[in-house]
């Protein structure tokens, strides 16, 4: 992993397994389907529920900096841990998790590299029991919105002509799929995707086994197809965010890219907005 420009971003499952003991360390599980941790998990690990804490149950926003605080200090995790997120579908939600934490200004935050079906490939231990760590003080900064993109500064980038990539699948970016079976709640009006983005679906950036590819892949893959630069300014965007933090991370950690963007709203918001442009070229 030293291959890539943040190497210490990225822990192995040995590390991992190594650190279950380390009172330094919190390993954080975040998956797509909520209930999968109770069925078994790193020994030690916590779950973070991206559907009912990380978001305001009110309003369509992520919880405020104090309700954060107060959500991972319970939790046992402290301004000092350093925090390793895995989870479901190779990263998907661990990355959407890490963005978070790091929009709230926890510094050290890492990802095991392959999520939770290589650590179970590996036939290493799951439990189902539930680790009462003291509740700790944490305080979250003010949120850095640096990392966060809004439907009106989308707007602007477009019309600009600045990098958006589009990271869904090649039927979601031309319109033929509008509708996901799996995901009723998060269809829109219309389908296609922003003009000017560039299709290159985020399950491009891992190999068979759910972790990264090399950075020269990675590079071929988002400078050689996408005309992207380290110096680009670059706003991602899948369904509702989830597959496009994962990018945001392949871009700001593994590529060392310095300014990205992930636009949470993405084409949930996007593709129901009144009087913005859609194209559904390919």
Known sequence: MAEYVHPEVLVSTDWVAAHLDDPSVRIVESDEDILLYETGHVPGAVKVDWQNELQDQVVRDYVNQQAFGNLIGSKGISNNHTVVFYGDKNNWWACYALWVFKMYGHTDCRVMNGG????????????????????ET??????????????????????????LIDVRSPAEYSGELTHMADYPQEGALRGGHIPGAANIPWGQAVAADGTFKPAEDLKALYEGRAGLKPDSDVIAYCRIGERSSHTWFVLTYLLGYENVRNYDGSWTEWGNLVGVPIDKDV
Do not use: C, S
């Open 138 to 163: 944490y305080t979250a900064v003010a949120p850095n919105l640096g990392i966060r993109a809004f439907r009106d500064e989308v707007t602007a980038h477009m019309k600009a002509g600045r990098d």
């Open 116 to 135: 939770r079906q290589k650590w179970i490939d590996e036939d290493r231990e799951l439990n189902t029991e539930r680790p009462t760590y003291a509740a």
